[in-house]
């Protein structure tokens, strides 16, 4: 995908040094991690008691680690065929045992979502479903590029944010279509072949959704799918009425199919939720909305979102991952919420790339034109004003963060910086 890897924003010092690992998978130059895990033997029967299941994930991580620093030397390559069973499909054996008892999010609810009778948080049993899929071009141009971003939204959520600007998928768990992982591979092989640069999980909150998603991973690692399930996938298509010439030869990686999968969350998950998900995404790109004090659980009714999101993105830090920053500005916050997550990535990751973003409008409980409207949350319903926004963005300019490629690309207030 030259074109991709030839765009300017790579020269950008903003990036300088950033993202190359998820640039050279989307290039098709480099295998995306789930193909490398299938290429690594699980080293245990899948049918194992959980704990050895556990155990093996964490030798299996670090056989990955080291497979993954030789391929990028040029040192190996890809196993001529996958493993049976491989990390990957161990990966996925321990999203289905985790939903029998889920913890995938920091509610660790424990409820067995297989039988579906008592529910968590998120109020889903085992069903997933997808609201539409498309080729986004609203991203981030260093999502976007000149394909589109290979978007997948789920239905409903773990957090409550009562200006959600996605509310009708986050709210109603009713939204959208059931799919199974065959289905949910078939968009993800559609949206690359029609030269997406990235699989991109979000929702609501894909967390909520991670079995099906590991699942339709080790699946798009096993071969094209069938007739049936690319019919089945073009249910939920968004844009299927427009033409997006197919050109498999752009998204395979030595004949397997390759795409960098990116993980667009609110960040709620759990530690062991993060170590499948170190396996298979190439790219993160974490939403880290509320400060320390108390307007996560005041406007989310989100318990332990600092130390939960903070925790992750030190990981993320520790891990030499691939990520950039979401901030969103919010009426009103910018003390309380920007300055100190600002402050926090200054402090502990200076080099992180950050889109402090300007687009909040009142929606969802917020919104007096919206049924659903509730009168607590007045104060937000409005924008942010041009001197909360320019308060923000100077602070980060003061603080030395990498914000200004990815936040004044299409902000009307930054450019006045
Ligand atoms: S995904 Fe999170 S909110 Fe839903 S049941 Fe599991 S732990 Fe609870």
Not at 116 to 131: F, I, Q
Not at 297 to 313: D, H, K
Not at 366 to 388: H, I, M, S, T, V
Request: proline letters at 6%; charged letters at 25%.
């Amino acid at each position: 995908m030259p074109a991709f890897d030839a765009l300017s924003f790579w020269n950008d010092p903003d990036f300088a040094g950033r993202l190359q690992w998820y640039r050279a998978v989307a290039a098709n130059r480099l295998p995306a991690k789930y193909l490398i895990c299938a290429s690594i033997p699980a080293g245990v029967p899948l049918d194992a008691p959980e704990a050895a299941l556990w155990q093996a994930l964490e030798a299996g991580t670090q056989a990955f680690l080291a497979l993954q620093r030789r391929i990028r030397a040029g040192e190996a390559g890809l196993a001529a065929d996958p493993a049976r069973p491989s990390l990957l499909d161990l990966v996925a054996e321990l999203g289905r045992r985790m939903l029998s008892h889920c913890n995938f999010c920091r509610w660790e609810c424990g409820v067995d979502r297989t039988r579906g009778g008592k529910l968590g948080v998120c109020k889903l049993a085992a069903e997933t479903r997808v609201s539409t899929y498309f080729h986004h071009r609203g991203e981030e141009l260093v999502y976007r590029g000149t394909h589109g971003s290979g978007t997948i939204f789920f239905t409903s959520c773990n957090m409550r944010c009562a200006f959600c600007q996605n509310g009708d998928i986050s709210t109603d768990r009713e939204n959208g279509e059931p799919v199974s992982a065959r289905t949910l591979a078939a968009m993800a092989w559609i949206l690359r072949v029609e030269g997406c640069h990235n699989i991109n999980w979000v929702g609501g909150d894909p967390t909520i959704h991670l079995h099906t998603i590991l699942e339709a991973i080790a699946l798009l690692a096993s071969g094209e799918p069938s007739k049936g399930d690319l019919e089945a996938a073009l249910a939920a298509k968004a844009d299927w009425f427009a033409r997006f010439p197919r050109a498999p030869g752009a998204a395979f990686y030595r004949g397997r199919i390759n795409a960098p999968m990116l993980w667009n969350s609110n960040f709620f998950m759990t530690p062991e939720a993060m170590k499948l998900l170190r396996l298979t995404m190439d790219v993160w790109l974490p939403d880290f909305k509320f400060g320390p004090g108390r307007c996560a659980l005041e406007l989310a009714r989100t318990g332990w979102y600092w130390e939960t999101v903070t925790r992750n993105l030190r990981l993320l830090r520790d891990w030499g991952e691939d990520f950039t920053i979401r901030h969103l500005v919010m009426p009103g916050h910018v003390e309380c919420c920007t300055v100190p997550v600002l402050e926090w990535i200054a402090a502990e990751m200076p080099d992180a790339p950050v889109n402090i973003m300007d687009q909040y409008h009142p929606d969802n409980y917020c919104d007096p034109g919206n049924p659903k409207f509730q009168e607590r949350y007045w104060p937000l319903a409005r924008a942010p004003r041009r001197e909360e926004l320019l308060s923000a963005f100077a602070h980060a300019k003061r603080r030395g963060l990498r914000f200004e490629a990815l936040s004044l690309e299409r902000s009307k207030t930054g450019v006045m910086l």
